[in-house]
């Protein structure tokens, strides 16, 4: 059966999600263009994009190819992901759905009673072939580049190629991660080659090189996605998958497409918030938090911080946790009922069962649409980038993108980290993922189906629908509540960008019934007692979600400020 991983990997997760560098980068002011990544290396080539020309769809392609080169652990080309885009010239937001996809041998009991993970994350739907999914990353950098970029893919690939040919110096980050995988990743010639000798993990001040990945890179910049679905690196692909024990074909391949879906869009609190729909839960739970927030707390006191804010916080999350667990899957393959569980009168009920000064348990603010409610829990998408850009005409691109676990499956392909995002699917009804939550029917494997994420690419809009926010989050299911956190902090407490996304946050999903709070941004000991008194359990994490964010100003001065998480150290580039 499959197990909450052990305490030592969530550790892992933590690095990969949130990195070791605790100082504040200084904030990001620019007038004419911004690009805010987790890596200072993938801002730039963004940002070099930008000063040539290109357009925030362009930047975007360049920094998603430079992640896959300089963070292998956390994204890249054979993973997946998600992206919101605003037009500037209409008016308009358009969200394309680029998640990986069940490869059609899947089965809903594949995964069914797989051992226990253990330290290293060996499960058959964390570790090898039968933990890819069909990736759908170069086919999304491919369409948005199609649909909204200017610049050709050669100049987009170009950074990404210079430095995995040049070479690139790995970060403490980076090293640390490697040490809990390497055996893993030594049994891979590519990752091999990343060793320095006999030694066991990555060296931080190394350099890396990675001349396969460039080849790619050079497919890629030369033909587009093409090669990826249907020609020499999607024969690659195939190979190294069922050598490594999987199931995929040349049919799932060329079978993949990008999807362009509805994005969630909502007036909340003062502000229009345009947000991923499934198969993300994470727009749908921060809208349904933003709904009871609004009706619980006075405009005159949103400034506020303190033990009722992070109360309110928790206690609004509760809710929409719950309807994860019961309604959310692909769109594709079940009904998502997202417009019912948004209606006003349903969230007012909900909000009815609010209590200032008592932690309510998470089942009290179950509000069903009706007794087919299934109860169980999705499995969350714990390891990602986000990245944000924009550019001088007003574009705006709110990207998120993951190979799931550290490295994915341990495996390459044509120089590209595999995706495991087959282990975001439920193995069995009830049966816990990596981070302790039990699956559910509505999310177990199928051929073609795409797992359930919590990925929230965000952009916030005023009241003149014009962009205020670009906002989004690494963190499996943290990214949600710590990219509205920040949201909150930066436009209803009016704080600035920088000191909005350093601030402490806290996390609750509903179960384990647990409110979580940082070690490394610490809250005060009279908030911590007033959280206490209120019946809330608190759990130490060292780290919360890694969040990127751009605020947008239209009164005079920076125009932009962009701000790269200080709790992995990245930094934003612009001009």
Not at 184 to 210: I, K
Not at 342 to 349: H, V
Not at 547 to 552: C, D, E, G
Request: net charge negative; hydrophobic share 40%; with cysteine.
């Amino acid at each position: 059966m499959k197990r909450a991983l052990p305490t030592s990997v969530l550790s892992v997760l933590a690095l990969l999600l949130l990195g070791t560098t605790p100082e504040q980068p200084e904030p990001g002011a620019f007038a004419q263009y911004a690009v805010a990544a987790d890596h200072a290396l993938a801002s730039r080539a963004g940002a070099e994009l930008l000063a040539q020309g290109g357009n925030a769809a362009d930047a975007a392609a360049a920094t998603m190819l430079a992640l896959g080169v300089v963070s292998p652990g956390s994204s890249g080309l054979g993973g997946g992901g998600f992206a919101l885009y605003y037009d500037a010239s209409e008016g308009t937001v358009t969200f394309l759905d680029f998640r990986e996809r069940a490869p059609g041998a899947a089965t809903a009991d594949m995964f069914e009673g797989q051992p226990p993970a253990d330290d290293r994350a060996t499960a058959p739907s964390q570790y090898g072939g039968l933990a890819t999914g069909v990736p759908g990353e170069p086919a999304g950098i491919d369409e948005l580049v199609r649909r909204f970029g200017s610049k050709s893919r050669a100049d987009i690939a170009a950074p990404a190629i210079r430095y995995a040919e040049e070479g690139f110096e790995v970060t403490e980050y980076i090293a640390k991660l490697s040490s809990f995988f390497g055996d893993q990743m030594r049994r891979d010639p590519v990752m091999r080659s990343w060793f320095e000798g006999d030694a066991s993990a990555l060296r931080g001040g190394q350099t890396l090189r990675m001349p396969e990945l460039a080849r790619t890179l050079r497919a890629f910049g030369s033909r587009g996605a093409a090669p990826f679905y249907r020609g020499a690196i999607a024969r690659e692909i195939v190979r190294q998958n069922r050598r490594n024990g999987g199931v995929m074909t040349m049919a799932d391949l060329a079978d993949y497409r990008v999807v362009e879906r509805e994005p969630l869009d909502v007036r909340r609190v003062g502000y229009r918030w345009v947000t991923a729909p499934p198969p993300s839960a994470g727009g749908y739970t921060m809208l349904a938090s933003l709904g009871l927030l609004e009706r619980w707390i006075p405009e005159a006191r949103r400034g506020e911080a303190g033990a009722e804010l992070l109360h309110a916080f928790a206690e609004s999350w509760k809710g929409p946790f719950w309807d994860r667990a019961s309604y959310f899957g692909d769109p594709d393959h079940v009904d998502v009922p997202v417009d019912a569980l948004l209606d006003d009168a349903r969230i007012a009920r909900r909000a009815a069962r609010f209590r200032p000064t008592l932690s309510i348990p998470f089942e009290w603010y179950a509000t069903p649409l009706g007794p087919e409610d299934r109860a169980a829990t999705q499995p969350d998408n714990p390891g990602t980038s986000h990245l944000c850009v924009v550019d001088a005409e007003g574009n705006v691109a709110s990207i998120t993108t993951t190979v799931n676990l550290p490295f994915g499956a341990r495996y390459t392909a044509a120089g590209m980290v595999m995706n495991d995002e087959m282990d975001d699917f439920a193995s069995e009804v009830g049966e816990q993922n990596a981070f302790g939550l039990p699956g559910g029917a509505a999310n177990l494997p199928a051929p073609g189906k795409r797992p359930v994420s919590t990925m929230t690419p965000t952009i916030v809009l005023d009241e003149g629908d014009r962009p205020v926010l670009c906002v989004g989050a690494a963190g499996g299911s943290r990214i949600v509540t710590a990219a509205q956190q920040v949201a909150w902090h930066t436009l209803i407490r009016g704080l600035d960008p920088n000191e909005a996304v350093a601030f402490p946050r806290v996390h609750h999903q509903g179960a384990p019934n647990r409110l979580r709070i940082e070690t490394e941004r610490p809250l005060d000991a009279e908030t911590l007692d007033r959280l206490v008194a209120r019946g809330h359990e608190l759990e130490e994490v060292e780290h919360s979600a890694i969040v990127q964010a751009i605020r947008i100003r239209h009164d005079g001065g920076a125009r932009l400020v962009a701000v790269s998480d200080p709790r992995k150290g990245g930094l934003p580039a612009g001009e």
